[in-house]
């Protein structure tokens, strides 16, 4: 979540130190349905307080990913389009995310399987559509780690009174303080 050439990226990418939000490893796909992070993440950690529109992921294959144990499914170029909110669907997940996929095939945007090796990262913008496959019928794992960052202004804290902003060098992350151990 920290790895240098990921800071690098997103230091560049936001002309400021990112803010590591959110951390979802996975040791299966989610099987969740074609959606955008950006209208999802509302992580405890910063709750609403954070630059939306910089909402960006790092997804990282801890073990090969193909179709046999459902790879990501990515729809490049989808973060172009303009989408209609979950609210718009009374909030109803299953009809978002059959209308985002209908949305982007019918706007030339088709859903690839992103064939990784262990170690490969994708970043991806946070309004990138994906989804984890299912269409496989194996039950192997497909390792993978998913984490958020943001643009967060460096005086932010969280909402959380257990959680303290981190400092990693020259990046931020929040977490609790290590308690001190007793006896
Ligand atoms: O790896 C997957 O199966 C999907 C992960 C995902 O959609 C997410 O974390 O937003």
């Known amino acids: 979540m920290l790895h240098s050439a990921i800071l690098e990226f ?6 400021m130190p990112p803010t590591e939000i959110q951390t979802l490893p996975y040791k299966c796909s989610s ?13 405890p950690t910063v709750g609403a307080r954070y630059s939306r529109e910089s909402l960006a992921a790092a997804w990282c294959a801890c073990e090969r990913a193909n179709e046999e144990n ?3 499914i990515i729809y490049p170029g ?15 997940y299953g009809n978002w995310v059959e209308d985002l996929d209908k949305f982007c095939r019918s706007n030339g945007c088709h859903p690839e399987v ?5 170690r490969n990262a994708l970043i991806w913008h946070g309004d990138l559509l994906h989804a984890g496959g299912k269409t496989s019928k194996s039950g192997s794992t497909r390792k993978s780690l998913v984490v958020h960052y943001c643009r967060l202004v460096e005086e ?14 020259n990046d931020w992350y929040f977490a609790q303080p ?5 006896g």
Not at 162 to 169: D, F, I, T
């Open 156 to 169: 932010a804290e969280s909402p959380s009174p257990s959680l303290k902003r981190m400092k990693h060098k």
């Open 70 to 72: 459902r790879a990501l």
């Open 178 to 182: 290590a308690q001190p151990v007793v």
């Open 31 to 43: 099987q969740q349905g074609a959606h955008s992070d950006m209208h999802l993440v509302s992580s």
């Open 10 to 15: 997103f230091t560049a990418y936001y002309e």
């Open 114 to 118: 992103f064939l990784a090796e262990k």
């Open 78 to 92: 989808s973060h172009r389009f303009l989408k209609k909110p979950l609210s718009h669907f009374d909030n109803n």
